[in-house]
């Protein structure tokens, strides 16, 4: 009994929910040649995009506190420092009172990739057709966030009672927010390679799990998990992670296993039997 009410209190601690949202549309995503004139920082959200962010702050809403059904929870946000992330946060603020929100962080490691201050359409071409070849991984992998996020969590730099749901809301763009969930799930660069960009104001939502892991399977359906490119192993894994624990995610997840390898030996007397006819091989050569 003492012991499920420290797990029942571990994950009290945790917080309920983390929510991945992009942007709104931003005057780039309307017409690519305002990057050759604007700072990317500075490229703003159109009036479509505010649009977008104040019924992406609507839905979170409703989403958190079970439409009305549940009181006792906290928002904390982390924003990327650029100009059409920060005015989405303004705009999906409006959903929140001021005793909803226990804190923002404005966080540079999730920024989008930098191109440099203003990108010439032609050559921008060029590099983003260089970036689909080489791998979107690849081109630019932004480091020490979620460790930083951890930290937070662990050491409760956020600052909220146990008694309420904490949400963290992180609003950003759509590679990092890719890059995020590949890092947490641990998936392989091939996986990650086949994930669809998130839309504009669009949301991935990682809930607490009973077991204390994450899962996109609680709040989403099998369907949308398969549109954004996540394969059925990968939907099996998350719809195991709303009951799993941590200790167990090797046995579970073979598959996982598998893609490193060409098979597994079952036991030591395999191992020493493959080394053995390989040494017996090499006397032969």
Known sequence: MQENNLNHHNCRLLPKRIILVRHGESDGNLDTSAYSTTPDHKISLTEQGRAQARQAGSHLRDLISGHGSCSDWRVYFYV?????????????????????????????????QDFGNF??????????????????????????????????????????????????????????????????????????????NLGNCEIRVMELGHGGEYSLAIHHTDEELLEWGLSPEMIEDQKWRIHSDKASWNDHCSYYLNSFFDHQLDSDEDVTKVDIDSDDDSRKN
């Not at 990327?80 to 540079?108: A, H």
Request: proline residues 3%; positive net charge; aromatic residues 12%.
């Open 80 to 112: 990327s420092p650029y100009e059409r992330t920060l005015s989405t946060l303004r705009e999906i603020g409006k959903s929140f009172s001021k005793k909803r929100v226990i804190g923002v962080r404005e966080e540079c490691r999730i920024r989008e």
């Open 119 to 196: 990108q010439v359409e032609g050559r921008m071409k060029v590099i983003k057709e260089t970036r689909e070849k080489f791998g979107r991984f690849f081109y630019r992998f932004p480091e020490g966030f979620l460790e930083s996020l951890w930290r937070d969590i662990d050491l409760n730099r956020l600052h909220n009672d146990p008694s309420h749901d904490l949400n963290l809301i992180i609003i950003s763009h759509g590679l990092a927010a890719r890059v995020f969930l590949m890092k947490w799930f641990k998936w392989t660069v091939k996986q990650f390679e086949l994930l669809n």
